[in-house]
């Protein structure tokens, strides 16, 4: 019989802080995004400061107003993927089958496991020797991945709870709210809710043909979650999938309508998402551009053009539909991304001469950029342009990991 | 925390495959590497830099080596 552990890093980014600088231990502190202290949101909070209420994605104004006291340090992003990478590196000696749910969640599975308990106390005490004595985690153990999620969100910081079969699946299920299992997000919980539902133990009354009639196929997903079913395979993170789209997005350090300074930013989003395209051996042909005003609203677009990995051919796509969807308001955050991509064959190679030189000249770049570090060379229109950090996406979406 | 990049010189020693700093040298000051807290590296394009973030009597380092120029930084710090 399979067993399943799900191991949950507890307020990741910010233990990793504390355990880098201990006189940051014990103190409420919040980790910002990158170098920037201001515009910026808490991305982490550590259990000191979730204590006072602040949480993950708060802004900073908020955060200093409920916890005057908190220190606020800037992200690192290197530290936190080497400190996953370290961490991976202990599991796959109790597991090939790993996966990577987000940067500070895993799934394990493993095979005729007699003593999970003992498996657990051990992966503990080895994150505690090698990844560091302040770094916890809260381990899960259950028959399938929703379970053992759920195990695992029960107790925090550093919890063990086993969820041993489905009796006691549903015991939890009774007592637990609707959303607090992975899969029932806040828009399910409310169509939920609009029919009378607030419990799992109301859910498991509600017939399987009720449910398919108003979730569809999702029905029989939450028909199954209610009675602790769910047919859940591992994805080891030697197979994760390729990726559906690649984007990044920036936060202007302050309001602006100076379209100079949008087009570089624009500019240079589009060329960090063309390197990683190329480097990816990738091509994509939608470009979807969005837009954030100083009041928070918003607009975005999204367009069609040839295949491409070019920053220039990306930003000339997302120009135009900054163009067709900025009303002239101030702007606070602008993002650019590429979907619909396909890898890169002989059949997409190009015999135009002028269209050959620019893969030429991207290639170079790419070679010199790759040795001297990002935007080492580019486009003299970027001279002087605000400097654009890169933050590791939570969920890791691009990212395989060699071990 | 004070972010700095002076250049340092520092004493090291092997243990295993691993290199930890045992002492360093700045202003004019010897200051012993208590314990290495954390280790994590980084990439400037083809550059790599270790750093290792330490403690010396309550008081919070971090060193940098750049692999390519085998040079020492002191690039933080936190002093009582």
């Known amino acids: 019989?399979?067993?399943?552990?799900?191991?949950?890093?507890?307020?990741?980014?910010?233990?990793?802080?504390?355990?880098?600088?201990?006189?940051?231990?014990?103190?409420?502190?919040?980790?910002?995004?990158?170098?920037?202290?201001?515009?910026?949101?808490?991305?982490?909070?550590?259990?000191?400061?979730?204590?006072?209420?602040?949480?993950?994605?708060?802004?900073?104004?908020?955060?200093?107003?409920?916890?005057?006291?908190?220190?606020?340090?800037?992200?690192?992003?290197?530290?936190?993927?080497?400190?996953?990478?370290?961490?991976?590196?202990?599991?796959?000696?109790?597991?090939?089958?790993?996966?990577?749910?987000?940067?500070?969640?895993?799934?394990?599975?493993?095979?005729?496991?007699?003593?999970?308990?003992?498996?657990?106390?051990?992966?503990?005490?080895?994150?505690?020797?090698?990844?560091?004595?302040?770094?916890?985690?809260?381990?899960?153990?259950?028959?399938?991945?929703?379970?053992?999620?759920?195990?695992?969100?029960?107790?925090?910081?550093?919890?063990?709870?086993?969820?041993?079969?489905?009796?006691?699946?549903?015991?939890?299920?009774?007592?637990?709210?609707?959303?607090?299992?992975?899969?029932?997000?806040?828009?399910?919980?409310?169509?939920?809710?609009?029919?009378?539902?607030?419990?799992?133990?109301?859910?498991?009354?509600?017939?399987?043909?009720?449910?398919?009639?108003?979730?569809?196929?999702?029905?029989?997903?939450?028909?199954?979650?209610?009675?602790?079913?769910?047919?859940?395979?591992?994805?080891?993170?030697?197979?994760?999938?390729?990726?559906?789209?690649?984007?990044?997005?920036?936060?202007?350090?302050?309001?602006?309508?100076?379209?100079?300074?949008?087009?570089?930013?624009?500019?240079?989003?589009?060329?960090?998402?063309?390197?990683?395209?190329?480097?990816k051996k990738l091509r994509g042909k939608t470009v979807s551009f969005w837009l954030r005003n100083s009041d928070f609203t918003g607009e975005d677009m999204q367009l069609t053009i040839p295949y491409t990995n070019d920053g220039l051919e990306i930003f000339k796509a997302s120009w135009k539909a900054f163009h067709k969807i900025w009303n002239k308001e101030k702007i606070r955050m602008v993002g650019v991304s590429v979907s619909n991509l396909k890898s890169e064959t002989p059949e997409n190679l190009t015999f135009l001469e002028e269209l050959k030189s620019q893969e030429i000249i991207n290639q170079t770049m790419d070679k010199i950029n790759n040795k001297f570090g990002e935007f080492s060379l580019q486009r003299g229109v970027l001279l002087g342009s605000s400097k654009i950090r890169r933050m590791p996406n939570p969920f890791l979406a691009d990212r395989r990991f060699k071990l | 925390m004070l972010s700095i990049q002076e250049p340092i010189n520092v004493w090291v020693f092997f243990k295993g495959s691993l290199i930890q700093p045992w002492c360093f040298f700045w202003k004019a000051r010897q200051i012993k590497v208590d314990k290495v807290n954390l280790v994590h590296t980084s990439k400037d394009g083809s550059n790599t830099f270790y750093h290792f973030s330490i403690s010396s009597g309550g008081n919070f380092y971090r060193l940098k080596f750049d692999t390519n120029k085998l040079k020492w930084f002191l690039e933080a710090l936190e002093e009582e």
């Open chain 1, 1 to 279: 019989m399979r067993t399943i552990l799900h191991i949950d890093f507890n307020s990741y980014f910010a233990t990793v802080e504390q355990q880098a600088n201990p006189r940051l231990r014990g103190k409420p502190i919040g980790v910002t995004g990158g170098d920037r202290m201001e515009r910026t949101v808490i991305g982490a909070a550590s259990v000191e400061a979730k204590k006072f209420g602040v949480r993950t994605g708060m802004p900073i104004w908020e955060a200093k107003s409920l916890c005057p006291e908190i220190i606020l340090v800037p992200g690192d992003s290197d530290k936190y993927l080497e400190t996953t990478k370290r961490f991976l590196n202990i599991l796959k000696d109790f597991s090939p089958k790993v996966e990577v749910f987000s940067i500070d969640e895993v799934f394990m599975e493993v095979e005729d496991c007699h003593g999970p308990l003992n498996l657990a106390m051990t992966i503990k005490e080895r994150i505690r020797e090698e990844v560091g004595e302040w770094i916890t985690c809260s381990i899960g153990i259950s028959y399938n991945k929703i379970m053992a999620k759920l195990a695992g969100s029960l107790y925090k910081p550093d919890g063990l709870v086993v969820i041993e079969d489905e009796e006691a699946a549903m015991w939890i299920l009774d007592r637990v709210e609707l959303n607090e299992i992975c899969g029932i997000g806040f828009r399910i919980k409310k169509r939920l809710n609009n029919m009378g539902i607030f419990s799992f133990a109301t859910l498991r009354k509600v017939p399987l043909k009720a449910l398919l009639a108003s979730f569809k196929s999702y029905g029989l997903i939450l028909y199954n979650m209610s009675r602790g079913i769910a047919d859940d395979q591992i994805v080891p993170f030697f197979e994760k999938e390729e990726v559906k789209s690649i984007g990044h997005r920036h936060t202007i350090n302050h309001d602006t309508y100076d379209t100079e300074e949008i087009k570089q930013i624009l500019l240079k989003l589009t060329e960090l998402i063309a390197k990683r395209l190329r480097t």
